[in-house]
C-alpha cells in the first residue's frame, strides 16, 4: 500500500493508495474505532456496488455503523439534501463522537464533507472516492460545498478529513468512458508539476487498455497532497489545480451539466490554456505541441457551436476572478505552471479557435 502524508500540522493525514484496499477498510480503521456511530453516506446504487458489503464487514469487526444516501448528480449538491442528511443523522442519535465515511465521487464527498464540517460544529469524516476524478483530486484537500440557485459551491468550507482511503480497483467496475475522461485531471498534474510524470502519462497512453492507473493515481495524489500543504486556501500555488478549469468551467455551464464530463471540458480547457501561454512567449510553440500532442491521444467532444461570447460571460462569473482580476493559469513550461494576471478576454475568446 502506497501512504501519501498531507502535511498540515496537526491536521495531517495519510492518503492510502492500493488496488483491493476497499477490503482492508476495517483493519485501516480499526483503531480509531471507540464504539462510536460510523455512517457511510453515499448513493444507493454505490451502496449496492461497494456500500453494503463495506457495512457488513465493518459491522462484523465491531463497528457500529449505518448509512445514508443522496440522489444521483449535482441534484445532490442542495441545501435540501444537506439538511435531510442532517435531520437524518439527529434521528439515528448521532453525536458529535460520529465519524461520516463519504463513500462516492465529487458529489458525494462534498456533501458528506460538508455535513461532517458543520454537524455539531463539525465531526471526523474520511474520504474513500469511487470515481478517478475524485480520486485524484476532489477527495483530497478538504474542499466541501453545496450550490445554491446564485452559483455552484457557494456554500462550503474548507474542512480536511481523517484520511483518504482510495482503492484504484474500483475503476475496473466503471464505465471505461467515464474513467478515460477523467485522465484529464491526472495529465493536468504532469502539465503543472512534473514534466517527467507527462511524459510516462503520454507513453501510458499509448497503450489505453493497459494504463497502469494504481500508478497514475499515486503520482496524481502525491503532487496534490504537496500543493495544498504547501497553500491550504488557494491563497497561491493551489490555484494551479485550475489550470485548463477556466474555459473548462465555462464550456460545461455553456453545453449544459452532464453534457460533457468534467475530464473532457478540462482537456480542452487545457488546449486553449496551452495556447494563451505561448501567444504570451511563456510556453514554447515546440512544448505546446507536445502538450496537444498527449491531450489528442485521448477522445475528445465536439464543441464547434459554442458561442465564444457566452463562453467569455462565464469565465467572467468565475471563482477564479478576484477584485475584478482574473488569475489565470498558464504553463512556463512543460512541469511549471503559473498564474498570469496578463490574459485579456479578446485572448481567451481567440483560444478558443483552438478547439473549436
Ligand atoms: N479541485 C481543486 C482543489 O482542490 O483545489
Not at 480503521?29 to 460510523?38: R, T
Not at 458543520?118 to 453545496?146: C, H, N, W
Not at 496524481?220 to 497532497?225: G, H, L, R, S, V
Request: hydrophobic share 40%; proline share 3%.
Amino acid at each position: 500500500m502506497k501512504t501519501i502524508e498531507l502535511k498540515l500540522g496537526e491536521r495531517s493525514y495519510d492518503i492510502h493508495v492500493e488496488s483491493g484496499l476497499l477490503k482492508k477498510i476495517p483493519s485501516i480503521l480499526a483503531d480509531q474505532n471507540h464504539g462510536q456511530k460510523w455512517i457511510i453516506i453515499s448513493q444507493y446504487n454505490l451502496m449496492e456496488l461497494f456500500g453494503f458489503d463495506l457495512m457488513s464487514k465493518l459491522k462484523k469487526e465491531g463497528f457500529e455503523c449505518d448509512y445514508i444516501t443522496l440522489p444521483i448528480g449535482e441534484a445532490a449538491k442542495s441545501m435540501n439534501e444537506f439538511s435531510r442528511a442532517i435531520s437524518q443523522m439527529i434521528e439515528m442519535k448521532c453525536d458529535r463522537s460520529t465519524t461520516i465515511l463519504a463513500l462516492g465521487g465529487g458529489v458525494v464527498g462534498d456533501v458528506a464533507g460538508f455535513v461532517a464540517s458543520s454537524f455539531m460544529r463539525g465531526i471526523e469524516y474520511y474520504q474513500i472516492p469511487t470515481t478517478l476524478l475524485a480520486m485524484v483530486d476532489s477527495s483530497i484537500g478538504g474542499k466541501t460545498g453545496i450550490n445554491i440557485a446564485e452559483g455552484k459551491n457557494l456554500v462550503g468550507s474548507i474542512y480536511q478529513p481523517q484520511g483518504v482511503l482510495i482503492d484504484p480497483a474500483i475503476l475496473e467496475s466503471l464505465p471505461r468512458e467515464e474513467v478515460i475522461s477523467g485522465l484529464g485531471e491526472v495529465i493536468k498534474y504532469g502539465a503543472i508539476r512534473d514534466v517527467e510524470f507527462l511524459n510516462n502519462i503520454s507513453e501510458w497512453l499509448d497503450d489505453i487498455d493497459s494504463f497502469p492507473f494504481e500508478k497514475a493515481v499515486q503520482r496524481a495524489c502525491e503532487i496534490k497532497a504537496e500543493i495544498v500543504s504547501l497553500d491550504e486556501r488557494e491563497d497561491g500555488l493551489r490555484k494551479l489545480l485550475n489550470f485548463g478549469h477556466t474555459v473548462g468551467h465555462a464550456l460545461e455551464a455553456h453545453l449544459g451539466f452532464g453534457r460533457i464530463r468534467h475530464g473532457e471540458a478540462v482537456l480542452l480547457g487545457m488546449k486553449c490554456a496551452g495556447w494563451i501561454s505561448e501567444q504570451l512567449g511563456f510556453l514554447s510553440p515546440l512544448e505546446n505541441k507536445s502538450l496537444n500532442k498527449i491531450i489528442d491521444k485521448l477522445t475528445l467532444p465536439n464543441v464547434s457551436k459554442v458561442d465564444p461570447n457566452t463562453i467569455l460571460s462565464f469565465v467572467k462569473k468565475d471563482k477564479k476572478v478576484r477584485n475584478g482580476i482574473l488569475h489565470f493559469v498558464v504553463l512556463d513550461a512543460l512541469g511549471k505552471g503559473n498564474t498570469s494576471e496578463l490574459v485579456s478576454e479578446t485572448l481567451i475568446m481567440n483560444s478558443l479557435k483552438v478547439i473549436r
